[in-house]
């Protein structure tokens, strides 16, 4: 029996570091991909490098929900950029979760963006960026294609 659990239990931990790697991974493969427009602001985080902290025009105005936790959803705009479709104050399936305070939505996944080493000199300096972010079904979210706006 103890040699048995010898094994067993490292075997445990590595699937289910796979998995996760699969469940990020299946945002993009099941999620609905979007497009926003972000201005940038404190482009340097001594921590993580070359990160690019993003806000979003979009999440600003009045909603009909008390401060605190939301849950929002997103539809394709006129203009091509996603836009807020639904906010509601319990969650609902394909709901991101957010915070609301002052008028603004903060969606913490979509609060920076980490840039790729090969990518650094390509938006350095820039303010205006559109980003494609997956939406999964049960709320996750992955950003990706980070581009500065010219």
Not at 99 to 124: F, K, T, W
Request: net charge negative; proline share 5%.
């Amino acid at each position: 029996m103890k040699r048995l659990s010898t094994w067993v239990i490292p075997a445990v931990q590595v699937m289910i570091a796979v998995l996760f790697v699969i469940l990020v991974f299946a945002i993009s493969w099941v999620g609905e991909t979007y497009t926003f427009k972000g201005t940038s602001y404190e482009p340097y985080d001594p921590y993580f490098g070359d990160s690019i902290y993003l806000e979003y025009d979009e999440f600003e105005g009045r909603q009909n929900v008390e401060t605190g936790t939301v849950y929002v959803s997103f539809e394709q705009g006129e203009d091509g950029f996603a836009v807020i479709d639904r906010v509601e104050s319990k969650p609902f399936f394909g709901g991101v979760r957010a915070n609301y305070y002052d008028r603004n939505l903060y969606i913490e996944e979509m609060g920076s963006y980490r840039v790729p080493q090969d990518e650094v000199d390509r938006v350095e300096g820039e303010k205006s960026f559109t980003v494609q972010v997956d939406v999964a079904p049960w709320g996750m979210l992955r950003l990706h294609d980070l581009k500065p706006i010219e």
